[in-house]
């Protein structure tokens, strides 16, 4: 049986008829419901769990609690002690965890149907699964990462600035052979957007290997609000995003201030960078037009108060902000790297990656067309629905359910064979 590549968009297909409910072994190296893709692993344990999936989690440490059912053992934690990962080293932790998972594993036999896992903490888990011939996924929450240090290098290089020490993409060998190791190892990876799959594709990787799932929104979190978004003069545009060079802040920079939006408009920053891209951009960061919250809790309620979300990444796993945007009725503006929800002319505008011409443009239209201002964000609140963290659940079960099938299918052909 031969898997074809899980489009994200459109409705679920029908399920595969299993008697049982789908085991999942689910391994997460970090702390899980912290911030960035410790919520995007808490947010898919629980929609796999509300899809009907029977869900044990592995996670370094626990940080949010799980709805009831799902079942949690941290790896590097018991109780309130935990082991520190900053004084251990973050590879060392990652591998220790993998340690512990793997040997769980194989007490496991009989009673997991698939292992879900993450980067940098799963060659040993991956090796087991193999040995008891359990399928298994490895999640790519990111681009391929040789090519997001490409791009981040050449980024740094075309600005002439040094590459920053506290650059969060600064190239590291280690992390990248521990990968592809995990690569080769995982059955199938696990890829949130067309754009990820092509630069796996482009690395080399076959296509048959690459399976699409979604990320989503919470819709009890961003949601619309017709009176926080009053009708004004000037536009209000967001961005937010925690790593500015990758995330392309300083082309929204060059693009809010090259379009006359900004001459009545407001455009804010959520999110940090670093000391070198503050002194590189200040005459950008510091126009009048410009407001810089730093890191904020309020980014639903901002969302629902924006226009427009700037997102014109370099790279990008799916862009979160993005589904959110949708949910909160706020128009995108996202390069050709962002997930493929923001849909040219239909639920946002999508520019080339680096096209600052272009988003300026983009920016422009906007600004002297509120009709069609409204009617992308009514076009966003239509599509929200089919991106929520709900129906990424739905749909990464449904990709289990195929790679199960498929696992069984190869098995019975080679037992025929013999």
């Not at 973050?90 to 594993?105: E, G, K, T």
């Not at 926080?228 to 060059?254: E, N, Q």
């Not at 309620?301 to 979300?309: E, G, P, T, V, W």
């Not at 409204?374 to 239509?382: G, V």
Request: hydrophobic letters at 40%; charged letters at 25%; proline letters at 5%.
């Amino acid at each position: 049986m031969k898997l074809e590549v899980v489009k994200a968009t459109g409705g679920p297909r029908p399920l595969i008829d299993f008697s049982d409910r789908v085991r999942v072994l689910y391994s997460f190296p970090h702390k899980l419901g912290a911030d960035r893709i410790c919520y995007t692993a808490w947010q898919q344990v629980k929609g796999l769990a509300n899809a009907g999936a029977d869900v044990l989690v592995f996670p370094g440490a626990l940080h949010r609690t799980v709805q009831e059912g799902v079942r949690v053992q941290p790896t590097l934690a018991r109780g309130k002690f935990r082991l520190p990962y900053k004084a251990l080293g973050s590879m060392r932790s990652l591998a220790l965890h993998d340690f512990i998972v793997a040997r769980r594993l194989r007490e496991l036999r009989g009673q997991v149907d698939i292992v879900h896992t993450w980067p940098s903490g799963a060659v040993r888990t991956l090796k087991v699964a193999v040995e008891m011939g359990i399928p298994s996924v490895l999640e790519r929450p990111s681009a391929n990462t040789q090519f997001v240090y490409d791009t981040v290098r050449q980024e740094y290089e075309r600005l002439s600035m040094p590459l920053a020490k506290e650059e969060e993409f600064r190239p590291c060998q280690e992390v990248v052979t521990l990968e592809e190791e995990e690569f080769r190892l995982a059955d199938y990876l696990l890829c949130a957007s067309d754009f990820v799959v092509r630069t796996f594709q482009d690395s080399g990787f076959p296509k048959e290997k690459l399976l699409r799932h979604q990320y989503g929104f919470d819709d009890a979190v961003y949601r619309p609000d017709s009176q926080a978004r009053a009708a004004t003069r000037g536009l209000k545009v967001l961005f937010v995003g925690f790593s500015a060079l990758i995330k392309g802040l300083h082309h929204a920079l060059a693009a809010w201030l090259n379009s006359p939006a900004h001459r009545t408009g407001t455009f804010v920053i959520v999110g940090t960078f670093t000391r070198d891209f503050e002194r590189r951009f200040r005459s950008l960061l510091s126009d009048p037009s410009v407001v810089v919250l730093g890191r904020r809790d309020d980014v639903p309620d901002l969302m629902r108060k924006s226009d427009i979300l700037l997102l014109p990444s370099l790279a990008e796993g799916y862009g979160l902000v993005v589904a959110e945007a949708l949910g909160s009725g706020c128009v995108p503006l996202a390069s050709e790297a962002c997930t493929e929800i923001c849909r040219h002319m239909v639920t946002g505008l999508v520019h080339r990656v680096g096209d600052v011409q272009t988003l300026t443009q983009q920016i422009t239209l906007l600004h002297e067309d509120r009709g069609l201002l409204a009617r992308l964000s009514a076009n966003c609140l239509s599509a929200a629905p089919n991106v929520t963290w709900t129906a990424a659940g739905t749909k990464l079960l449904q990709v289990y359910r195929d790679v199960i099938a498929a696992k069984r299918a190869g098995a019975g052909a080679a037992a025929r064979k013999t």
